[in-house]
């Protein structure tokens, strides 16, 4: 499977400027992808005031994407904030060509700056088919416990969207590359660049591992769009063949 990745910029708070940039960016995207991943809170950068921005599962951004879709003939996926039932979720949406849409609600709100007092958490873990391929999505802080993303035979290849600031940029990659060591498995991780309104800055480092580890798309420093071809049975051959996942621990989840 043919995957880009967007590494971008982002305006504070200002969505349709956002949506007007991805348009023209995803104009460039390959015609043979399949699968394209953008930032976490794409829409607005990593905002703790969802009451100026939150829209709904039937708003302008979800029928945006269902349009890019449809029109690309290619999946697209990554979160921004909506509002359901007078509470605020950090919402990952992954959008099938045929405008089908599924959605994965951030698990662990990160609480330095607040997001666990703002967004109601998500509680499943969430598996999506797609052209054969089994893929986890998580958002930002989800990549520091490994436990909730642990492989249980569900999963062909993760995803982590995100706002991950410079000052803990390392802890980004060192994770990245160990939650594809431990699960052995694809791991696609998208990050963005820039300044936002509270003075924090992200240097991307939007980047693609192997099921060994290995950098596919090594980590990008500046704005860009990455393209990479994924072989689902490679993987499987290596799993079988080093058979490291047969000897982990099982374990029960409560969440």
């Not at 007092?117 to 969430?126: A, S």
């Not at 992200?202 to 994924?230: C, F, R, W």
Request: some cysteine.
């Amino acid at each position: 499977m043919q995957i880009s990745i967007i590494q971008a910029p982002l305006s504070w708070e200002h969505p349709e400027a956002n949506r007007n940039y991805f348009t023209q960016k995803i104009q460039e995207v390959s015609s043979d992808t399949l699968l394209v991943v953008l930032p976490e809170m794409f829409t607005t950068g990593f905002t703790m005031n969802p009451h100026n921005v939150a829209e709904t599962m039937d708003d302008v951004t979800v029928h945006w994407m269902k349009s890019i879709a449809k029109e690309r003939n290619f999946a697209i996926t990554g979160s921004i904030v909506i509002r359901e039932d007078d509470k605020y979720y950090n919402r990952l949406l992954f959008v099938f060509p045929t405008g089908e849409v599924e959605f994965y609600d951030k698990r662990h709100g990160f609480s330095l700056a607040g997001e666990d007092k703002v967004y109601t958490r998500g509680t499943n873990k969430k598996i999506i088919s797609y052209l054969g391929w089994k893929i986890c999505p998580f958002i930002c802080y989800d990549l520091r416990f490994p436990v909730f993303s642990r492989f249980n035979d569900d999963y062909d290849l993760l995803i982590y969207v995100a706002n991950w600031p410079k000052p803990r940029i390392n802890a980004w990659d060192a994770l990245l590359k160990a939650r594809a060591i431990e699960n052995m498995s694809y791991v696609v991780g998208v990050n963005r660049i820039g300044e936002d309104e509270n003075n924090n800055a992200y240097p991307g480092h939007s980047q693609v591992l192997d099921y060994l580890g290995n950098y596919m798309i090594e980590p990008l420093a500046k704005e860009a769009i990455a393209t990479i071809q994924l072989d689902k049975e490679t993987m499987l051959a290596n799993r079988h063949k080093f058979g490291f996942l047969r000897d982990r621990d099982t374990f029960t989840l409560s969440v």
